[in-house]
């Protein structure tokens, strides 16, 4: 099997890490995600993986706490998922690294661009925590900007539902699944695919994103693989 793309960045919500629980980290879900990217890997794609904290915290749960020290905890939560990711993957012989935005040296290496990009060429996957290392930015915007930086073919966002709607499929049941979008639609409509942030740097960067069901069956390898799944959001110009 040859895959569509070479190197990826896959965005793994904190939610999904917590999976039916809804809080903490779901064993189970974690072996699920580590075969999948494992598989990936033995396909000769190379890796980055940007990982949310959401499980354990997230920035607008401060309540009347200032907004940058809710922002930096919610940092520090995804570490503690990419650490559980990491030894997941390397229990199964999958070679990784954790690199953080904010400087954690005795648990991570700090995030240097030329070396990430030559782990990636070893056949590492590496794992990108701490978000942007900024407060008042997702994790979904550190998703766009590693995946720009380190020239990503594709950013894969790993979703709790099938793929991107028109409404809330949890709130309208007659919620229609939208099957291909562009950058500026998603924008226009206020679809909540991503926050404006990361769709305007996937947008300027022509890199297509690809929203899909984590839980669906062998999901990450088949969106890999160019099966058309999910939805796919993409500039006009491309094919």
Not at 12 to 28: L, P, Q, T, V, W
Not at 69 to 90: C, K, P, R, S, Y
Request: charged share 25%; net charge neutral.
């Amino acid at each position: 099997m040859e895959p569509k793309y070479k190197r990826i960045v896959i965005k793994i919500s904190g939610e999904a890490m917590a999976g039916k629980a809804g809080f903490g980290i779901d064993g189970d879900m974690v072996a699920y995600v580590v075969e999948q990217i494992r598989k990936v890997v033995e396909l000769g794609v190379q890796v980055g993986v940007v990982v949310g904290g959401g499980n354990f915290w997230r920035g607008r749960e401060g309540g009347n706490m200032d907004r940058t020290t809710a922002d930096h905890m919610g940092m520090l939560a995804t570490v503690i998922n990419a650490l559980a990711l990491q030894d997941a993957l390397e229990q199964r012989g999958v070679q990784t690294r954790v690199q953080t935005a904010l400087t954690i040296t005795r648990v991570a290496e700090p995030y240097i661009l030329r070396k990430a990009i030559r782990h990636l060429e070893k056949g590492r996957v590496v794992i990108f925590a701490c978000g942007t290392g900024n407060p008042y930015f997702s994790t979904d915007t550190g998703a766009a900007l590693r995946a720009a930086e380190i020239h990503a073919e594709v950013l894969l966002l790993a979703k709790n539902i099938d793929g991107i709607y028109d409404a809330d499929p949890k709130l309208d049941k007659n919620a229609r699944k939208i099957d291909e979008i562009t950058h500026m639609e998603v924008i226009a409509r206020g679809l909540k695919a991503m926050d404006t942030t990361s769709i305007s740097i996937c947008l300027e960067n022509s890199i297509p994103i690809l929203a899909f069901g984590l839980e669906e069956r062998d999901s990450i390898v088949r969106a890999v693989l160019g099966e058309r799944i999910g939805t796919v959001i993409r500039t006009p110009k491309e094919n």
